[in-house]
């Protein structure tokens, strides 16, 4: 994103945006495939599914300190967090009058959860039945909104920060982005609340909403030579 002496933001050129709507569309074709498996109860899906779950789960007897981690550890996936973490890029889009920018985090950042809970409720899966987790939740569970929520954030993130970073910085931040939505992930299957393919579903989500909403609002960086 680059930002012009006014402050607005640059729009990128339309031939830049086939690498971005291919992202889209690879994203949206996940949620979708995922969700037929979900709705058809298909068998290899369901099969995958039961085994990474058991595989991954801590256990219905872990310890009350191991609990607490996990639940420290999949914080970011919440909503509070996002909007908490959104607080001060706001103020500083704002200060920068970078009104479009601003309009687009706000999208962005809060209705992948509406879209998730939407979702939610027309896939109808019911969570994993592990007595200390999904059988403890009332909510349904395909999309994760945690892994959502985590992809958009980190995403949100990259593409306001990509302009100003140096190709080494880009990287160190992508690696560390990934590493935390893939955390994330783990944690909703290490407390037994979701399936592989509730997580997987919600990081394509995610990724393809912010993105999707990055083009529309017309906020994605530009190619910077030499960075």
Same mark, same amino acid.
Request: aromatic share 10%.
């Given at each position: 994103?680059?930002?012009?002496?006014?402050?607005?933001?640059?729009?990128?050129?339309?031939?830049?945006?086939?690498?971005?709507?291919?992202?889209?569309?690879?994203?949206?074709?996940?949620?979708?495939?995922?969700?037929?498996?979900?709705?058809?109860?298909?068998?290899?899906? *369901?099969?995958?599914?039961?085994?990474?779950? #058991?595989? %991954?789960?801590?256990?219905?007897?872990?310890?009350?300190?191991?609990?607490?981690?996990? #639940?420290?550890?999949?914080?970011?996936?919440?909503?509070?967090?996002?909007?908490?973490?959104?607080?001060?890029?706001? $103020?500083?889009?704002?200060?920068?009058?970078?009104?479009?920018?601003?309009?687009?985090?706000?999208?962005?950042?809060?209705?992948?959860?509406?879209?998730?809970?939407? %979702?939610? #409720? +027309? +896939? @109808?899966?019911?969570?994993?039945? +592990?007595?200390?987790?999904?059988?403890?939740?009332?909510?349904?569970?395909?999309?994760?909104?945690?892994?959502?929520?985590?992809?958009? %954030?980190?995403? $949100?993130?990259?593409?306001?920060?990509?302009?100003?970073?140096?190709?080494?910085?880009?990287? *160190?931040?992508?690696?560390?982005?990934?590493?935390?939505?893939?955390?994330? @992930?783990?944690?909703?299957?290490? %407390? @037994?609340?979701?399936?592989?393919?509730?997580?997987?579903?919600?990081?394509? =989500?995610? =990724?393809?909403?912010?993105?999707?909403?990055?083009?529309? +609002?017309?906020?994605?960086?530009?190619? #910077?030579?030499?960075?």
């Amino acid at each position: 994103m680059s930002v012009p002496p006014d402050g607005g933001t640059t729009v990128a050129p339309p031939r830049a945006l086939a690498g971005p709507l291919s992202v889209v569309a690879a994203c949206a074709a996940v949620v979708a495939l995922l969700g037929l498996g979900v709705r058809t109860g298909a068998a290899w899906q *369901l099969d995958v599914d039961t085994r990474a779950s #058991e595989a %991954l789960y801590a256990g219905d007897d872990r310890s009350r300190w191991l609990d607490v981690l996990l #639940e420290v550890l999949t914080a970011p996936g919440l909503s509070v967090v996002r909007y908490l973490v959104a607080v001060p890029v706001l $103020i500083w889009l704002a200060r920068r009058r970078d009104w479009r920018a601003l309009v687009w985090v706000v999208v962005a950042a809060v209705f992948v959860r509406h879209l998730t809970s939407f %979702l939610k #409720e +027309f +896939f @109808g899966r019911v969570r994993p039945p +592990f007595e200390e987790g999904g059988a403890g939740y009332d909510s349904l569970s395909f999309p994760s909104g945690h892994s959502s929520g985590v992809a958009a %954030l980190v995403a $949100i993130g990259l593409v306001l920060a990509w302009p100003r970073l140096s190709a080494p910085g880009r990287r *160190l931040w992508g690696a560390l982005g990934a590493l935390l939505v893939l955390l994330v @992930g783990l944690t909703r299957m290490w %407390l @037994g609340v979701h399936y592989l393919s509730d997580v997987v579903g919600g990081w394509a =989500l995610g =990724l393809g909403w912010t993105l999707l909403t990055a083009v529309v +609002f017309g906020v994605l960086p530009r190619r #910077e030579p030499g960075r």
